[in-house]
T-cell receptor, first 113, second 114 residues
């Protein structure tokens, strides 16, 4: 099935470092969402973006909705061990067909204490 | 707990058997979605309901798969004659109908077909 291009696929960083990951698409989306998933669990919503150019923060997380509506990035500042997990971007096209999500392949984040 | 609830959390079944999973969405959410996630991949859309009506089905949803939401509340996903390729995490999500509402996911059901 269609997926967004998410990079990097994995990152192994030192605690305290900043992290940046991004997502690109050949299609336009109305909404971008970022989720975090831990082993054996479902994705947990971190940030939702609704307008092109929008920059939104949630604690140490900052995400932006690209001006072309075809990309988004997520930054994590001052990483801590509990940031470990897989981060997924998801694009949503708001239409009558149900607003289903198209996901990226995920960025696996590992943090070394 | 007012989140999306799925059960069972894990299911191991023999090839050829039928399995059924249940999802209880957040109570005021009228949209319910099923996604499938294989190892190392992001979730992929299977189907969605608005209230009790199933309005969209992905090409991933073969004729061995059927989903219901009889009263517009909980939903079930049944897989008949399971195959090893059906092994995956099956995720349920729910949301409100209005614009700019996020989908919230359950913890998923991990299916292993042996």
């Amino acid at each position: 099935g269609q997926q967004l291009n998410q990079s990097p696929q994995s990152m192994f960083i030192q605690e305290g470092e900043d992290v940046s990951m991004n997502c690109t698409s050949s299609s336009i989306f109305n909404t971008w969402l970022w989720y975090k998933q831990e082993p054996g669990e479902g994705p947990v919503l971190l940030i939702a973006l609704y307008k092109a150019g929008e920059l939104t923060s949630n604690g140490r997380l900052t995400a932006q909705f690209g001006i072309t509506r075809k990309d988004s990035f997520l930054n994590i500042s001052a990483s801590i061990p509990s940031d470990v997990g897989i981060y997924f971007c998801a694009g949503q096209l708001l239409n009558n067909a149900g607003n289903m999500l198209t996901f990226g392949g995920g960025t696996r984040l590992m943090v070394k204490p | 707990d007012t989140g999306v609830s799925q059960n069972p959390r894990h299911k191991i079944t023999k090839r050829g058997q039928n399995v059924t999973f249940r999802c209880d969405p957040i109570s005021e959410h009228n949209r319910l979605y099923w996604y499938r996630q294989t190892l190392g991949q992001g979730p992929e859309f299977l189907t969605y309901f608005q209230n009790e009506a199933q309005l969209e089905k992905s090409r991933l949803l073969s004729d061995r798969f059927s989903a219901e939401r009889p009263k517009g509340s909980f939903s079930t996903l049944e897989i008949q004659r399971t195959e090893q390729g059906d092994s995956a995490m099956y995720l349920c999500a729910s949301s409100l109908t209005s614009m700019n509402t996020e989908a919230f996911f359950g913890q998923g059901t991990r299916l292993t077909v042996v």
